[in-house]
């Protein structure tokens, strides 16, 4: 059987980010092991495929999608800078365009949706009254 168990140590090498934050998306990934060990994957790749997972979305909750910072706000108010990532889902962040050129089983990729052709972003925030869904 294989072991694609990552911890949130092991994420931390990639994006920083809280391990409380960490462990549920960790769960959200965890929920495609069967269709890695379906797929044959390795179990280190498959490790490497989740780890990325989690960064992708810790990177897209952390920046809205936005896409890196290239700069800060000064506390005089000078705003943020952001470079530009196209599209949104899978492609949303540098952790994302590693995933989709990895994953040949679908498996990881599968998570942030597709539609056709066009790929569409994971929902990463809280619905409620007045919340778009």
């Not at 809205?64 to 949303?92: D, K, L, M």
């Amino acid at each position: 059987m294989a072991d694609y168990t990552i911890t949130a140590a092991e994420v931390a090498a990639f994006i920083a980010t809280p391990a409380e934050s960490t462990a549920a998306y960790i769960a959200v990934v965890d929920e495609v092991d069967p269709c890695l060990e379906g797929a044959g994957v390795e179990d280190e790749r498959g490790k490497t495929l989740k780890r990325l997972a989690v960064a992708h979305m810790i990177f897209l909750t952390q920046n809205s999608g936005r896409g890196a910072v290239t700069s800060e706000a000064a506390p005089s108010g000078a705003s943020r800078g952001f470079a530009a990532w196209s599209g949104r889902g899978i492609s949303g962040s540098p952790f994302g365009s590693m995933i989709d050129g990895l994953d040949a089983s679908g498996c990881i990729t599968g998570i942030f949706g597709n539609i056709g052709s066009e790929r569409v972003g994971m929902f990463l925030g809280a619905v409620g009254p007045g919340r778009a869904r």
